[in-house]
């Protein structure tokens, strides 16, 4: 648990579907995590990952694993956030934060895994999620960090989902499998 009382209004949402209600919350030990099915080998590294390593990172403060669970405990989809940095590009850094004395790199948090059961994807669970960690980000952390990008190594098949939310591909010369995408914070704005 979070000990601020404002960022743990956000930590739970509740995700309904025609027949079923779900939770995005913490990851926690007794979880169900061996029957999410991701539905492409490209995303195994997915599910080894939610297997082995989840639950240990996010108690040891590495990174933080938000899965969306069934009343039975069975993982659906989940989140995994953790800090990090960008580097933009000249025509990327908004105009107000260029300094060339200044900084090179800029406070971010990364969303370091994204991931919903191959049976659910298609129908926003993964939009939901995505929505539900811009507003924890801009709301609750970047008001007390200073923290104003959210960024992701998206997969090839996953880049127009980003670009649907407002990220942008970070100008670079060679593309390669997982090219970084940025989300500038202050372009969103506050929900009501």
Known sequence: ?????????????????????????????????????????????????????ALNFHQNNVAKTYVMADETARVWGYVTLMNSEIILNENQKPEELYDPTRY????????????????MQGQGYGKDMLEWVITLVRDKISPFVGCRFLVVDAKQDSISFYQKSGFNLLDIEAMDDHPPMFLDLDMIAPEN
Not at 7 to 17: G, P
Not at 104 to 119: C, W
């Open 1 to 53: 648990m979070l000990p601020f009382p404002l960022v743990q209004n956000l930590i739970s949402k509740n995700i309904m579907a025609s027949s079923k209600s779900f939770q995005l919350r913490p990851i926690q030990e007794g979880d169900i995590l061996n029957r999410l099915s991701l539905g492409k080998e490209s995303y195994t590294p997915l599910k080894i990952f939610l297997r082995k390593a």
């Open 104 to 119: 090179e790199a800029f406070p971010a948090v990364k969303i370091a895994r994204l991931a919903i059961d191959k049976s």
